[in-house]
Nanobody
Framework: QVQLVESGGGLVQAGGSLGLSCVVSGLPFVHYYMGWFRQAPGKEREFVAAINWSGGSSYYRDSAKGRFTISRDNAKNTVYLQMNSLKPEDTAVYFC??????????????WGQGTQVTVSS
């Protein structure tokens, strides 16, 4: 059974930082790109960041560049998202996903249940 379990969400003031983690089980982690997506109330799920199998290549949505960092530890089957300089518009449920890369949700086969991030102004 494939499981992706996110943690680390919470409430933070604008300008603050949060670190998200996602532990993956039930699939060959090193064979998958890992991505982070988010969904705000009333909006579609959107791409945030992704990282290739080795961790040597990553890419971000424009609004996350310079503020967010995605990383992975293949020995721990875990992907991370460090978020700095948070803004109220970053408020959303954040999901990790395993798949074959890119920014489209259709490129990812497996999803976590999500963790809430709320940034107060």
């Amino acid at each position: 059974q494939v499981q992706l379990v996110e943690s680390g969400g919470g409430l933070v003031q604008a300008g603050g930082s949060l670190g998200l983690s996602c532990v993956v089980s039930g699939l060959p982690f090193v064979h998958y790109y890992m991505g982070w997506f988010r969904q705000a109330p009333g909006k579609e799920r959107e791409f945030v960041a992704a990282i290739n199998w080795s961790g040597g290549s990553s890419y971000y949505r424009d609004s996350a560049k310079g503020r967010f960092t995605i990383s992975r530890d293949n020995a721990k089957n875990t992907v991370y998202l460090q978020m700095n300089s948070l803004k109220p518009e970053d408020t959303a449920v954040y999901f990790c996903a395993a798949g074959f890369g890119g920014s489209a949700t259709s490129h990812y086969n497996y999803w976590g249940q999500g963790t809430q991030v709320t940034v107060s102004s």
